[in-house]
Every structure is written in C-alpha cells, then in structure tokens.
Nanobody
Framework: QVQLVESGGGLVQPGGSLRLSCAAS??????MGWYRQAPGKERENVAA????????YYADSVKGRFTISRGNAKNTVYLQMNSLKPEDTAVYYC?????????WGPGTQVTVSS
C-alpha cells in the first residue's frame, strides 16, 4: 500500500528558498513527480524524476528555479525551490508521474508573501 508524506513547506518572502521532502513507502521503481494546487485552481505537475534520477522534467513555470532530486535510498524525493514567487503559493504534493495514484498524501503548504 502506497503512503506518501510531504514536508518542508512554510511561509517565505519573494526571492526566498524552500526545500520540500517526500517520503514514499510501498512503492518502487516509479517515476515520481511533484504537483501543486493553488486555491481555486486545478492540481498541476511541476517536476518529475526517474527512478535512477537520470531523467528529470520541469514545467516551464519553474524551470531554472526548482530542482528535483532523489535521496540515496530512492524512496525520498526532494524539491529545492529557489527564487520563489507569490504565484508559487500552493499546496505541494508528491505522487507517481505521469499517472498519479488515486491516493494523495496530506501535502505541504508553501506560501510566498511579503
């Protein structure tokens, strides 16, 4: 049974940085992605990474600012977010990419505001 736990969110000023973590259990050999959902908007994918970390994908809106990576144990996925903008404010989730599981973790809130 898949379990996903996201952490690392918070309140940050524009231009600041945050590092999100995703602990995944009950899964293996999957491409994993980070998704976000802003109030009143649909959930969108912002980044993805292959099992081996040899392939990554970024949405245009975060390219050059966000970096996705995997931990040594492969079941942890990180999202380093730099140069944050107010429009990055959302709840961030990790899940399988490109076909997410029906199960979603609690997410972690990222708020970018001065």
């Amino acid at each position: 049974q898949v379990q996903l736990v996201e952490s690392g969110g918070g309140l940050v000023q524009p231009g600041g940085s945050l590092r999100l973590s995703c602990a995944a259990s009950g899964t293996s050999l999957n491409i994993m992605g980070w998704y976000r959902q802003a109030p009143g908007k649909e959930r969108e994918n912002v980044a993805a990474i292959s099992w081996s970390a040899g392939w990554t994908y970024y949405a245009d809106s975060v390219k050059g600012r966000f970096t996705i990576s995997r931990g040594n144990a492969k079941n942890t996925v990180y999202l380093q977010m730099n140069s944050l903008k107010p429009e990055d404010t959302a709840v961030y989730y990790c899940n399988r990419y490109p076909r997410p599981w029906d199960y979603w973790g609690p997410g972690t809130q990222v708020t970018v505001s001065s």
